[in-house]
Each structure stands twice: as C-alpha cells, then as structure tokens.
Nanobody, 113 residues
Framework: VQLPGSGGGLVQAGGSLRLSCAAS????????MGWYRQTPGKQRDLVAT???????NYAGSVKGRFIISRDDAKNTVYLQMNSLKSEDTAVYYC????????WGQGTLVTVSS
C-alpha cells in the first residue's frame, strides 16, 4: 500500500495549507485514516484521524484549527490546516490503520514566525 502525502511547504504563521494523501494498492478499505507529525528527536504524535464512518479525533493542540476529511471514492484523506503556528512545523505522515498499519513517506510543513 502506497500513501504519498502532498501539499506541504513553507507558510507564514497565520496562514493555511492543505495536505492530501491518496492511498493505492490492496487494502481492506475499512480502517481509519489519519495524520501524524514528527519533529527531530521527538516521537511521532497524532494530529488527527477519521474513521470510515466520518468520526474524527484531533490532538488538543490542533483542535479548532485543523480539519480532517476523507473521500473514500478516491481513497484520499485531507488535512486542512488553518491559523498555522511555528510549533506546527514538522514532517507530517499519512497513516492508514486497518487490518494492517501503513505509513506514508512524510511531507514537510514549515511555518515561519
């Protein structure tokens, strides 16, 4: 299963970015999709997840600023990131959790203050 994330880049604080991740390959299509992020020397942390029923879960630090959505017809998960802060700077990883867990290769988001 491939999970190529895209949409990362450099943005000023207060700005917005939209990440996308289109899953391809053979998988069960029943699991949760989500985004995690990691900075150097730290563990990979949850940003947001969404179930196939549309139930969402957000990290407290992004709640009210980020919105996760999915399009199952396209096997794609999105992360709309608004009001970005410098502390949102990280590599963002797409994730699929079904019978097995899959990770994307990561896309870098840099927020300048």
């Amino acid at each position: 299963v491939q999970l190529p994330g895209s949409g990362g880049g450099l943005v000023q604080a207060g700005g917005s970015l939209r990440l996308s991740c289109a899953a391809s390959g053979r998988f069960d299509h029943l699991g949760d999709m989500g985004w995690y992020r990691q900075t150097p020397g730290k563990q990979r942390d949850l940003v947001a997840t969404i179930s196939r029923y549309g139930a969402t879960n957000y990290a407290g630090s992004v709640k009210g600023r980020f919105i996760i959505s999915r399009d199952d017809a396209k096997n794609t998960v999105y992360l709309q990131m608004n009001s970005l802060k410098s502390e949102d700077t990280a590599v963002y990883y797409c994730n699929y959790q079904g019978v097995r867990v899959y990770w994307g290769q990561g896309t870098l988001v840099t927020v300048s203050s």
